[in-house]
Structures are given as C-alpha cells and as structure tokens.
C-alpha cells in the first residue's frame, strides 16, 4: 500500500479527517449497490434474445479484462481519490481534472435525469398513482434526490447501511424475481425462444454496447474512499472478483427471465423489468397488487440506495480533485472534520442533480423517452471518463514498476497492455454510439427510426447531449483555473509528469525504496 506525497498540502491536510470504517463486507456491498444497476435491464431485453448473447460475449471480452487491470490497481495505490489519483500519477492534473469531473458528473445526472424518473414511475403504477408533472412529481423527485444526498452527507460509518441494506435488497429481489419466474413458467409456460433468436445482429451490436459497457463498469469506484479502507490492499482485488461474478449474473439471468415471461414488443425502458415482475406476480392471484406494492417500495428503495452509493463514492473523488487544486480550488476540497464527508460536495451533487431533473421534465415526449435519453447521456459522460482511466491504470503498471502489488495479473507488460486496448476499444466504440446514436447504423446501412426509438427528434437530441458535454467542459474548464491558488500553495515543488511514491512502513518492511 502507498501514499502520493505530490499531492497539494490542502489534499494531505484533508486525510487527516477521514475515518476508517469499511471492511471488505463493507466494499463489497457499497461496490454491488451502486454497479449493479436492475433499472436498465428493461432497457437492455428490448432487443430481444441476442440481448443474452451480447451480455455473455462483453462479460467474456471486457469484463474479465477489465475488472483484471482494476484489481490491479485499486490494490496498489490506494490513496482516497482512486481513479483522480491514478490519472494524475500517470498523465498529470489536467487530465485528471477532467477525467474525476467526466466520473462525477453523470451521478447527479444520472440521479435526478433517470432514477427519479424511474422511481416515480414506478410508484406511480404500484403503489399510489402520481400524476407526471404534477407537485406531487416533483416533490417525490426532489425528495429521492435529496436522500440520496443526505445518506453521503452523514458519517460513512452511519451513511454506509443504506447501501448496504439497499445492496443486500436488490439482491434478494432478484432472486426472488427469477425463483416467481420458474414457478410462473411451470405453471403458465414460457415465451417460446428457439436458438437461432439468440442469434447476434449488428443492429443489436450497436444499440447494446454502450447500454451493457454502463452496466458493468464501476467496479472499481470503491477505491475513491480508499483511505477510509482498513485495509484496501487485500479487500479491493477480492471485492471487485466477487462483484464481478455477482453482477455478470444479476444481468445474465434477470434478462433471460424477463424474455422467457414479457412478449418483445411489451418490454419498455423504463417499465421492462416490472413487466416482466407483474407477469409472474399474477400467480398469487388476489394477493398480487399487494405483492406488487411491496415489490415496487422495495425497488425504490434500492434505487435510492443505489443513488446513495454513487454520491458516497463519486463526491469523495471530486472533494479530493478540488483539495488538489482541479475544481474551484480550496472550498469544494474540504471534509467536514466530525463526519469525515465532503459535504460541500455531496451539496452540490444534489443542486446538479435537482437542475438536472429540472431541465429532463421540460423535455417533450413521454418519461420513458426522456428516460432513455438520459440514460445515454448519462452513459456518454461515463464511457468518455474511461477512455482516460484505462490508459492510466495500463500506464501505471510500467511507470511505476518498482511499486509491490498485493495483486498482479499474471501477465507481462505487453499483455497487460492488449488487455487494456481491448478495453478501450470497447468504451471507444460505446461512446461514439451513446453520443451519436443512429451514425454507424447508417455508415453499415442498418435500418435505425431516430423518433420511434428516442421519441424526439435527432436534432433535440444532439442539442441535448452535446449542450450536456458542453456545459460540463466549461464548469472544468472554470474549476481547474480556480485552483489555481490551491496548486500553488503549500506543496510548489510539485511535478504532474512524475509524482513521488512514499513507501508506507510495509512496503519498507519488505526492503522497498521508494
């Protein structure tokens, strides 16, 4: 385990606040609530059969690489910021700043632009009807948002059960959904799928890569509060293989029960997954609209847990990038001395993610539309994050060789290196598609009906999405010139290009030299 002493004196000073309070039950539950992520699994199935081939083939391609090349990492330089420190020892700040501001931003938009929007939907339907656009849509939005907010506010020792209470949850559903469904089709009969249903297309390609890249990146975003690890060296390589394995099946499964029991054309975004529960549900006859209410508080439950989760992980990044002197300097960097939280931070999450709910109820077009469009923008700022983490952790493994690595994929250099560009050609490929759905469809003369799949126009989209990117770059833009002053002060002899790694005492033990 190491510590980068190039970090700025604000950065250092603020470490000294942090409270070391999760175990690797702890990881493993926090990792699983924010990744594994059940509200896009409607999504997904709507292509259909093949949606099975493609998971299992990007479980097979990418996930095993990646999750490789993270375990890696996360157990070796384990300062709190995670992927902000690793980009900044590998390529320098300004890199940093904007891949930590890419990461950040989608879990407020992703928030208040779609799990709102699929929470309220959801209650709507089950449990008490809501009606769109009404105050009571509002306040319930607002109130989701805020709770997630609160939950990263408060202690990590306290703020952690709700994760974890909300991880273990969204477990359960699933395995109870999957156990409804066997029963179901004994007694009802399944959708009748041949082989060649599972049959992969280019269409199916093109619009599920990016949907299954969002779905199973993230493992390793538990590092971003690795300082308050008690022993992320050992807990991190072991959680990320666990949480791999557990999500790889909290999507195989689910998806092909959802086939077996929901006609194709009946699967929607937004309501897919609760299509498919109402289905099987019906077996228990009267008792079914009550099973169905409990289900649904149940799911909303995990979807603010899973909110939760991404602030918890992703603001401690950030508040660690402004302590460094990369966004608005010295007044975002700041833990909070008794809670050990970066409220600041976790403050302005939730005034992104409530002006982005905002702006997503203005849109035209039906929830699920504007669901899905949030989706993919959500999704783009997430991909594009990664196509500068990846580089990093790849180049970390040769610029800082000499390091010990509690865990070390068993490959040489080179290798380690193809399975980083295999990963990056993936998210490449994910990103160009989230951004500018309907291209390549076009370029391999594959049929794509822009307004019957967005429910907007091309036009509205793109303005939304690139206006989206636009305005995330000039707030990084405005925030690393505003540290500034935290860069310079305190620590000045400072080098981006080649930070300085400080042996803890068992790498000395073991006769290291920094």
């Known amino acids: ?4 002493a190039s970090s700025t004196q604000l950065a250092q000073d603020q470490t000294q606040h942090l409270q070391k309070s999760l175990g690797r039950l702890d990881i493993l539950l926090l990792v699983v609530a924010a990744v594994v992520s059940i509200e896009i699994l409607g999504s997904v199935s709507g292509f259909g059969a093949e949606t099975f081939t493609w998971t299992f083939i990007l479980a097979i391609t990418f996930m095993i690489p990646y999750g490789l090349i993270f375990a890696e990492t996360g157990g070796t330089f384990t300062e709190e910021g995670g992927v902000y420190v690793w980009t900044r020892m590998a390529f320098g700040r300004v890199v940093a700043a904007i891949a930590a501001l890419l990461t950040w931003v989608t879990q407020p938009v992703w928030v208040g632009g779609a799990m709102a929007f699929v929470a309220v939907e959801t209650w709507s339907e089950y449990v008490s009807a ?26 990590l020792k306290h703020g952690k059960w709700l994760p974890s209470l909300g991880a273990i949850l969204k477990l359960a559903f699933l395995v ?26 280019l269409g199916g390609f093109l619009g599920l890569t990016p949907l299954l890249l969002f779905s199973f990146l993230g493992f390793e975003s538990g590092n971003s509060a690795a300082g308050e690890m008690k022993n992320p060296a050992k807990d991190v390589p072991i959680s990320i293989a666990r949480t791999s394995i557990l999500a790889a099946c909290s999507y195989l499964l689910p998806v092909l029960a959802i086939l077996l029991v929901v006609p194709l054309d009946q699967i929607t975004g937004i309501g897919g997954l609760f299509g498919a529960v109402e289905q099987v549900f019906s077996i228990f006859g009267a008792g079914a609209p009550a099973m169905l209410a409990i289900a649904a508080v149940v799911f909303c439950f995990v979807l603010v847990s ?21 966004f608005f300097g010295g007044y975002f960097g700041r833990f909070n001395p008794k809670l050990g939280t970066p409220m600041r931070v976790n403050t302005l999450s939730g005034v992104v993610a409530t002006v982005f709910m905002l702006v997503a109820m203005q849109l035209s077009g039906s929830s699920g539309a504007i669901f899905g469009i949030v989706l993919t923008i959500s999704i783009s700022t997430f991909l594009l994050s ?16 000499e390091v010990p690595r509690p865990f070390r994929v068993p490959v040489s250099d080179p290798i380690f290196k193809v399975l980083g560009s295999i990963c990056f050609a993936w998210i490449l490929l994910g990103s160009w598609v989230a951004l500018f759905p309907g291209t390549l469809e076009a370029v391999f003369s594959v049929e794509y009906d822009f307004e019957g799949i967005w429910g907007v126009s091309q036009l509205e989209y793109e303005l939304f999405a690139l206006g989206t990117l636009a305005v995330i770059l000039a707030l990084g833009i405005a925030g690393y010139l505003r540290g500034g002053k935290v860069r310079r002060a305190g620590n000045t002899a400072i080098d ?13 033990e073991q006769g290291v030299r920094p």
Do not use: C
């Open 1 to 4: 385990m190491h510590n980068d």
């Open 130 to 155: 809501i009606e769109a656009g009404s105050v009571w849509d509002y306040l319930f939005k607002l109130a989701f948002i805020w709770i997630t907010v609160t939950s990263a506010i408060i202690s």
């Open 176 to 201: 109870f959904f999957l156990v409804v469904t066997l029963i179901y089709g004994f007694v009802n009969g399944f959708n009748g799928l041949s082989f060649g249903d599972f049959s992969p297309t």
């Open 306 to 326: 899973q909110g939760g989760a991404w602030m918890i992980i992703s603001d401690r990044m950030q508040a660690m990038a402004a302590a460094d002197g990369s």
């Open 386 to 401: 990664y196509l500068i983490a990846i580089p990093a952790a790849v180049r970390l493994r040769t610029k800082f060789s």
């Open 496 to 508: 981006d290009k080649a930070p300085v790694i400080v042996q803890e005492q068992r790498g000395q």
